[in-house]
């Protein structure tokens, strides 16, 4: 969940969502949510700010491109599988506060999980975490793939490792991990969305329905319905 360090940008408020977004499911709802922030299997241990619902919401042409590429992946015997899409600046605003509290109580589990080569108060500084997100600007989406019916696939790490292992062509990982990868980057390539290096399953649809606004209302259906 890399968030964007260093861009300057105008931050929206507000309860409700542009016309321009959608909720994924409503575009294509054969793609499937594991929608992280929404509950407690995630770095921080708890439900994150702005999460009311574990819903995935996206600026229209992203989510229009990722029904497109579900369309191929489908016909090979795969299916995307979302885990995180537009953010709330109030969620990205939350992982800073965790980070930043060393002294708080540490999860050996989720550090486990999630961070076990780098300490927490090190997350910030190493850059895996930071003050904004690509994500709360609407065409960013971190997702992964899923064999048909539902078989899980070896991606060479988990969602959100923070851990150079992460970095989608990482020499060390190989085989089936990396062919994976490859199809994932691939398929969505052609669709438009450009990878992060830095980790295998965030991707951004260029170009961007909202390339200079972060915004901060809820997730949740309601929000981008008329």
């Known amino acids: 969940m890399t968030a964007v360090a260093g861009l300057v940008g105008v931050l929206a408020g507000g309860a409700a969502a542009p016309p321009g977004f959608t909720a ?3 575009v294509d709802p054969s793609i499937r949510q594991d929608m992280r922030y929404a509950g407690e299997r995630n770095f921080t241990g708890a439900v994150v700010d702005g999460y009311e619902e574990p819903e995935c919401l996206l600026a229209r042409p992203a989510a229009e491109a990722l029904r497109r590429a579900q369309r191929v ?3 090979r015997g795969y299916s ?4 995180d899409c537009y953010r709330p600046q109030r969620a990205v605003d939350r992982f800073v506060q965790w980070a930043r509290a060393e002294d708080g109580p540490q999860d050996v589990a989720r550090k486990a ?3 076990p080569r780098v300490e927490r108060g090190r997350l910030i500084p190493e850059g895996y975490i930071a003050e904004k997100s690509g994500h709360s600007r609407g065409s960013t989406v971190d997702v992964t ?3 048909l019916p539902g078989r899980d696939l070896d991606m060479g790490t988990a969602f959100d490792f923070f851990d150079p292992l992460s ?3 990482d020499p060390r990982v190989t085989g ?3 062919a994976n990868r490859q199809l994932l980057k691939r398929v969505l390539g052609e669709q438009g969305f450009v990878n992060l290096p830095e980790e295998w399953w965030h991707f951004t649809y260029r170009p961007e329905a909202y390339p200079d606004t972060y915004f901060d209302f809820p997730v949740a259906v309601a929000v981008v319905r008329p």
């Open 167 to 169: 970095h989608t062509d």
């Open 73 to 75: 992946l489908l016909r």
């Open 80 to 83: 995307l599988l979302v885990y």
């Open 113 to 115: 999980e999630f961070y």
């Open 24 to 26: 994924l499911r409503e």
């Open 176 to 178: 089936a991990a990396r």
């Open 145 to 147: 793939l899923v064999g």
